[in-house]
């Protein structure tokens, strides 16, 4: 059974450019949470999509919007980056919605520096 | 709002010694609690989870944790560090509040001595 799978690993941007990351959750997965890892941070929520709706959204400004597809895949994207956007962004899937008394399977992250 | 803190952002023991991580939950409602850890350049994996049923929890690896109402902890532990536990570990809470999204501590890192 394939993992999450996360596109692309790297990526480097420069101040005000945007990006799209990519999530595919294990298959027979409907939910899909994104997080933003950081030292100084830690692990932020960014939001979580079940069924093409996001259910939870965590403290983030406006530039960070996500989607999910009918096939449960899922994109984040940030607009008019900033030097401060660079981090690892996690995915995570689970069967089902929040994690309910569940497990989280997280991807290997995409890691993007933003110059 | 459910939170989580992690005592100590940095932890070291010698190989064969006792590992002991902190943490402490903050939840209004019951919680489910998680304990995850991170290897280099690789995404978080579960070691354990607590779910009201046996309060003390076992996990992979040989690790444990126990959930004190209580003291509102939910300490990992495990009686012998092996090299290949140096990594990351986190703690997480989620409960109904939050709509069960997954919050995450800050983490602490293990470093284990020959």
């Known amino acids: 059974k394939a993992g999450v799978t996360q596109t692309p690993r790297y990526l480097i941007k420069t101040r005000g450019q945007q990006v799209t990351l990519s999530c595919s959750p294990i298959?027979?997965?409907?939910?899909v949470s994104w997080y933003q890892q950081t030292p100084g941070q830690g692990l932020q929520f960014l939001f979580e999509?079940?069924?093409?709706?996001?259910?939870n959204k965590g403290n983030f400004p406006g530039r960070f919007s996500g989607r999910q597809f009918s096939n449960s895949r899922s994109e984040m994207n940030v607009s008019t980056l900033e030097l401060g956007d660079s981090a690892l962004y996690l995915c995570?899937?689970?069967?089902?919605?929040?994690?309910?008394?569940?497990?989280?399977?997280f991807g290997e992250g995409s890691r993007l520096t933003v110059l | 709002a459910q939170s989580v803190t992690q005592l100590g952002s940095h932890v070291s023991v010698s190989e064969g010694a006792l590992v002991l991580l902190r943490c402490n939950y903050s939840?209004?409602?019951?919680?489910?609690l998680f304990w995850y850890v991170q290897y280099p350049n690789q995404g978080l994996q579960l070691l354990l989870k607590y779910t009201s049923a046996a309060t003390l929890v076992k996990g992979i690896n040989g690790f444990e944790a126990e959930f004190k109402k209580s003291e509102t902890s939910f300490h990992l532990t495990k009686p012998s560090a092996h090299m290949s536990d140096a990594a990351e570990y986190f703690c997480a809470v989620s409960d109904v509040t939050g709509g069960f999204k997954t919050i995450f501590g800050a983490g602490t890192r293990l470093f284990v001595k020959a």
């Open positions: 298959s027979g997965h409907r939910s």
């Open positions: 939840s209004s409602v019951p919680p489910y």
């Open positions: 999509y079940f069924s093409e709706t996001q259910r």
């Open positions: 995570a899937s689970s069967l089902n919605q929040g994690a309910r008394a569940g497990e989280l399977f």
